[in-house]
Structure formats: structure tokens, C-alpha cells
């Protein structure tokens, strides 16, 4: 087997928190043109800001598979990983957390912009250290760079959820377990945020801004957080250790532990990880790994070709599943866009048609287009069949009308959590067709409808998940407390005690007696309120006593002295 040649290219690795991305926009920034690939939408999205505030808005291009804003000349491309624009030639190229070409899903398109993808003047992958000797045997004469993490990261042990600190992150890998842990933080803490790999990128970011403006302390996630998201996190507690690949239940590598668990701390800002107290604790060589950054090195990177053959369906079936040329490599299993190919090939009419060149590569470009539901394979692959057909007729285009129909259906914004995340993930495959060249007459009215339709869903389903898993008003109380803000408290004629309007308590005499019937998380908010601002209250009261007549107090029983009826001293 033979080694690539050696271009002139570095690798910046590291765990999380090393500046790497920084590093690679500055560098960008250095030159007159450059590309960036990354594994997410979201983080593509807040680079693609970062760079427009630093070179302006029409020297910047942002391409994702669901956007694209391309001004007429950019200078800048800041992209996902799957939709570089690779034929634009750049001086600056960087690929970003290339260990992710060793995922079973996606890992094909990163290996091959580690082969393919580079820069005129400068090429940098960014990613974990586990890559490594893999990348140095791909390209011998690399410069590798190595980083240290700006903070240190701590194992803390399990701890119970109601007592887990400020600003922690709870981590599941379902969404049911995901929905019950937000449910027993609301109950315990007056709320959380919710983030999930599903949730639409708006959608998210709404969420973890209402995280980080401090509206909420606590956020329940998926290892959705666990890249691309940049949070004030002080502790990430594993509520599962155990997740769902896509094919099989297997335990999280030590990796990917890291990789989730490094979101805690910030910048300078040391962070800590564990467990929730239902699990066992983290085994001790996990922990030492994590806490020193020291991960197996990885051994194989995924591939598949990517010089398809065209002359027939069974030619580029057999140039999709050709073996890897280079040592390391080894062929991914079969991908989403495999399986439709499979299943479309297999109708009659498909198959007839899908023949010559230019038919066929139109047949793998709508067998490409995402199923973001991820749940319902022959409705999309039903889908794919019927978009094909109208391509390949002599019109060449999708039906007006249709469109219009199916969009239509989407823009509904009633329903439950789960049925508008179900419409978001549909109307952005309506968002990926709709910027596919050629298919659509009036593309931008389509993308902008796609846009709108989406941020609608959006903002719907933010406020579904705010009404499920945060009390507004015990959060608003938090938050208003830690700011040691003046709180609204009164006592009423009969002694009850309102903060903000909340029923806290009584006051008899000078004693607090607490509300017993209030959940535990909203029972400590509003305790804590209540002392607080009742300070001035029983300052009052003191001196009202000190200036009341004998005929006010009374003796009951035990030596107790009364006034008013209340008791306020003993003997």
C-alpha cells in the first residue's frame, strides 16, 4: 500500500479549549482569500459573524447544506465540512476536528478533505490529538503543532441534581431521558435551558442565549453541546454513559467523554465534570484520561470514493464501494445516500430513465439530499423518487405548484415539542432543495419561504420548550437574587407573605414559617427571597414593639411572651 505525497500543510492539535479555532480564523484573516469547513451548522453560523464583523459582509460567504449567503465577490468562505465549495481556489484552507474521519457517519467526507481539500499558500487541520499518527503516516512531512488547554479540568464525583452548582450542564443521550431531566431541574431549580442535536439552529441558540444571559442556571442536553457550542459552563455532569450510535447501544469512549465533558470551564476559567447520583462513578483510568487529556491513538480512518463513475447506475455503484488506495484507510459502511440509491434503482421507472451520464449524476445528487427526520426512511426515500422523476422530465423542474404544497404543510406552527421539531427537520430538506441549482423556478422566493416557514417553527418551539422547563417567575427571582436586586415583599393582614406576588410564607411575630406545600427548588427560591427582602420588615416591627403599649403583650403558656397574639420571646 502506498503514502500520499507530502504538501506543505500543518495540523494544530489539542483537547477542547486550546484556541485552535481562533487560531485558524486569524490566520485566515491573514490572507487574501481562505476557506473554513466545520462539523456544524451552528458553529459555521457564529464564525461566518465573526469574520463578516472583522472584513464586512460582502467579502464573506457563508455555505451550508440548508444556507448559502454568496455576495458577488467574497474573499472568505466559512462553510460546513460537507458543503466546501472545493473548485474555488483560496490561499488559506483549514479543515476543522478532522479526528471526525474516523466517525462511522460522516467520517468519509472528512478523510477525503483531508486527501483533497487545500489551500494555495497555507492548509491547517484542526482537531484532538488522537489523529495523529494516522495524519503523520497520510502525510510524513506535516508540521504538527500541539496545544495545551487554557484551564484545567477537574473530576468533581456523582452529585445529586438539586445539588449540583450554578451554570452546569446535565448530559443524556435520549430524548425521553432528555424531557424527564429537564422536567425534575424545573421542579428543583425553577428551570432549564433544553439543547438538542435535532433542535433547528435558531431555535438553539435562542436556548443557549437564554443560558448565557443567566435567564436560567442550568442547561439538559444531548452531546449536542459536546462541539461547535461555546458556553459559560462551570460543570458537566453525565446523567448516561451509554449512548445509541445509529446502529448499537455502546459506552461512550473516554474521547468522547472528553469531548463533552471540556465544554466545562472557559477560556482561563477552570471547569469540573461527573456524574448525576443515580450513576456509579466515572472509573478511575476514564478520569485520569480526561483530566490529562491522554486518548488512544485512533487507527483508522473511514473512507469512499469520491471519483464517481457516471456511465451507468451499476458503474457508480461499484465506484462508491472501491477500496481505499492509502494505508489507514478503510471503506465506510453504507452511507443515507447509498441506501436511497439502492432503493430507488430498484423501481422500474427510476431505473429506466436513470441512464447516460448527465441522468445519473442527477439520480446521485437527489439520492444526496438530507433526511434531517432521521426517522422515516421510505417516506424519504418516496420523496427522493418523486423529485427525480419531475427532474428528469423534459421541464427539468420541480412543479411550482408542488412546492407550494408541500411548504404549505409545514407552516404550521401548533403542536406539541415533538411535532414541530419533526417540521423543522422536514422544511430544512425543503431548505437544502431549494438551493440546488437548477431545480426550481424563482429559487430565492423558495429559500426565503424556507427561511420563513423555519424561523416560524423556530420561535414556536422555543416557546413550547420554555413553557415546559422554565417557571419564568421563580427564574426571574433567581436571577434577581444573585444580582442582589431590591424584591418586591409584603406581608398581608393576616401574615401571609408576597414576594413578587408569590405566596412565600407567613410571618408570625418575627418568625418565617416557610410555605411546606411549594416544590422543593421553588420552596428555596422563594425562602431565600422572603429573608432577604424581609429584613426591613422585621426591622420595622421591631421598633413598632419597642414602642407598644403593655396591654399588647400577654403570657401564654411555657413562658412564651405574646404580642399581638404571636409569639415572640420565652422565659
Known amino acids: 500500500m502506498g503514502r500520499l505525497a507530502a504538501p506543505v500543510v500543518s495540523a494544530v492539535l489539542g483537547p477542547t479549549n486550546t484556541g485552535k479555532t481562533h487560531l485558524a480564523v486569524e490566520r485566515m484573516l491573514g490572507h487574501a482569500s481562505g476557506m473554513i469547513g466545520f462539523p456544524l451548522r451552528l458553529l459555521a453560523r457564529e464564525i461566518y459573524d465573526r469574520?463578516?464583523?472583522?472584513?464586512?459582509?460582502?467579502?464573506?460567504?457563508l455555505i451550508t447544506g440548508e444556507e448559502r449567503i454568496v455576495p458577488p465577490a467574497p474573499a472568505y468562505f466559512v462553510c460546513t465540512v460537507e458543503a466546501m465549495p472545493l473548485e474555488r481556489g483560496v490561499e488559506?484552507?483549514?479543515?476543522?476536528?478532522?479526528q471526525l474521519a474516523a466517525d462511522g457517519e460522516r467520517g468519509h467526507v472528512f478523510t477525503d478533505r483531508l486527501l483533497r481539500a487545500r489551500g494555495s499558500a497555507e492548509t491547517m487541520f484542526l482537531g484532538s490529538q488522537s489523529a495523529e499518527p494516522l495524519i503523520r503516516r497520510l502525510f510524513p512531512e506535516i508540521t504538527v503543532?500541539?496545544?495545551?488547554?487554557?484551564?484545567?479540568?477537574?473530576?468533581?464525583?456523582?452529585?445529586?441534581?438539586?445539588?449540583?452548582?450554578?451554570?452546569?450542564?446535565?448530559?443524556?443521550?435520549?430524548?425521553?431521558?432528555?424531557?424527564?431531566?429537564?422536567?425534575l431541574v424545573r421542579h428543583q431549580r425553577g428551570g432549564t435551558a433544553v439543547v438538542l442535536g435535532a433542535l433547528s439552529p435558531r431555535t438553539r441558540n435562542a436556548q443557549v442565549a437564554m443560558f448565557e444571559a443567566g435567564e436560567v442556571d442550568y442547561l439538559v442536553a444531548t452531546d449536542a453541546i459536546g462541539m461547535g457550542l461555546n458556553l459559560d459552563l462551570g460543570h458537566v455532569a453525565f446523567a448516561a454513559l451509554h449512548k445509541f450510535d445509529g446502529h448499537a447501544v455502546r459506552g461512550l469512549t473516554p474521547e468522547e467523554s472528553a469531548q463533552i465533558a471540556g465544554r466545562a470551564g472557559r477560556h482561563m476559567s477552570d471547569g469540573t465534570f461527573g456524574t448525576t447520583a443515580e450513576l456509579e462513578?466515572?472509573?478511575?483510568?476514564?478520569?485520569?484520561?480526561?483530566?490529562?487529556?491522554?486518548?488512544?491513538?485512533?487507527?483508522?480512518?473511514?473512507?469512499?470514493?469520491?471519483?464517481?463513475?457516471?456511465?451507468?447506475?451499476?458503474?457508480?455503484?461499484?465506484?462508491?464501494?472501491?477500496?481505499?488506495?492509502?494505508?489507514?484507510?478503510?471503506?465506510?459502511?453504507?452511507?443515507?445516500?447509498?441506501?436511497?440509491?439502492?432503493?430507488?434503482?430498484?423501481?422500474?421507472?427510476i431505473a429506466a430513465r436513470a441512464t447516460g451520464r448527465g441522468a445519473v449524476a442527477l439520480l446521485w445528487d437527489v439520492c444526496r439530499i438530507p433526511d434531517y427526520r432521521k426517522t422515516l426512511a421510505?417516506?424519504?426515500?418516496?420523496?427522493?423518487?418523486?423529485?427525480?422523476?419531475?427532474?428528469?422530465?423534459?421541464?427539468?423542474?420541480?412543479?411550482?405548484?408542488?412546492?407550494?404544497?408541500?411548504?404549505?404543510?409545514?407552516?404550521?406552527?401548533?403542536?406539541?415539542?415533538?411535532?414541530?421539531?419533526?417540521r423543522t427537520a422536514h422544511v430544512r430538506t425543503w431548505t437544502y432543495i431549494s438551493h440546488r441549482p437548477g431545480w426550481l423556478d424563482d429559487p430565492e422566493h423558495w429559500q426565503a419561504r424556507a427561511r420563513a416557514i423555519e424561523d416560524r417553527l423556530s420561535d414556536a418551539l422555543h416557546e413550547r420548550l420554555l413553557q415546559r422547563f422554565v417557571d419564568r417567575r421563580l427564574s426571574s427571582l433567581a436571577r434577581r437574587l444573585r444580582e442582589r436586586s431590591?424584591?418586591?415583599?409584603?406581608?398581608?393582614?393576616?401574615?401571609?407573605?408576597?414576594?413578587?406576588?408569590?405566596?412565600?410564607?407567613?410571618?408570625?411575630?418575627?418568625?418565617?414559617?416557610?410555605?411546606?406545600?411549594?416544590?422543593?427548588?421553588?420552596?428555596?427560591?422563594?425562602?431565600?427571597?422572603?429573608?432577604?427582602?424581609?429584613?426591613?420588615e422585621v426591622v420595622r416591627r421591631a421598633a413598632v414593639l419597642a414602642q407598644a403599649p403593655d396591654d399588647a403583650f400577654s403570657w401564654g403558656a411555657e413562658g412564651r411572651l405574646r404580642w399581638n397574639g404571636d409569639d415572640v420571646a420565652r422565659l
Open 486 to 536: 431590591e424584591l418586591v415583599a409584603g406581608v398581608a393582614p393576616d401574615g401571609e407573605v408576597l414576594v413578587e406576588g408569590i405566596g412565600a410564607g407567613r410571618l408570625e411575630g418575627f418568625r418565617f414559617r416557610p410555605n411546606l406545600g411549594l416544590a422543593s427548588g421553588e420552596g428555596r427560591t422563594l425562602r431565600a427571597a422572603a429573608r432577604g427582602a424581609l429584613r426591613h
Open 378 to 422: 421510505e417516506a424519504h426515500a418516496r420523496l427522493l423518487g418523486r423529485i427525480f422523476r419531475y427532474l428528469i422530465a423534459p421541464a427539468g423542474r420541480l412543479p411550482t405548484d408542488w412546492v407550494a404544497d408541500q411548504m404549505a404543510r409545514l407552516d404550521c406552527a401548533d403542536g406539541d415539542i415533538d411535532t414541530l421539531a419533526v
Open 281 to 349: 462513578a466515572l472509573p478511575a483510568d476514564v478520569v485520569q484520561r480526561v483530566e490529562q487529556h491522554r486518548f488512544e491513538a485512533l487507527r483508522t480512518f473511514q473512507y469512499r470514493n469520491s471519483e464517481l463513475d457516471y456511465r451507468s447506475i451499476a458503474a457508480l455503484q461499484r465506484s462508491l464501494e472501491a477500496p481505499p488506495r492509502y494505508r489507514g484507510l478503510v471503506r465506510c459502511r453504507e452511507a443515507d445516500d447509498q441506501r436511497v440509491l439502492k432503493a430507488l434503482v430498484h423501481d422500474p421507472e
Open 51 to 61: 469574520v463578516v464583523a472583522a472584513r464586512g459582509r460582502g467579502r464573506v460567504a
Open 145 to 183: 503543532i500541539t496545544r495545551p488547554r487554557f484551564s484545567h479540568l477537574r473530576y468533581a464525583g456523582p452529585s445529586k441534581l438539586r445539588r449540583l452548582p450554578r451554570r452546569s450542564a446535565v448530559v443524556a443521550f435520549s430524548l425521553a431521558d432528555v424531557y424527564a431531566l429537564a422536567e
Open 92 to 98: 488559506f484552507l483549514a479543515v476543522d476536528e478532522v
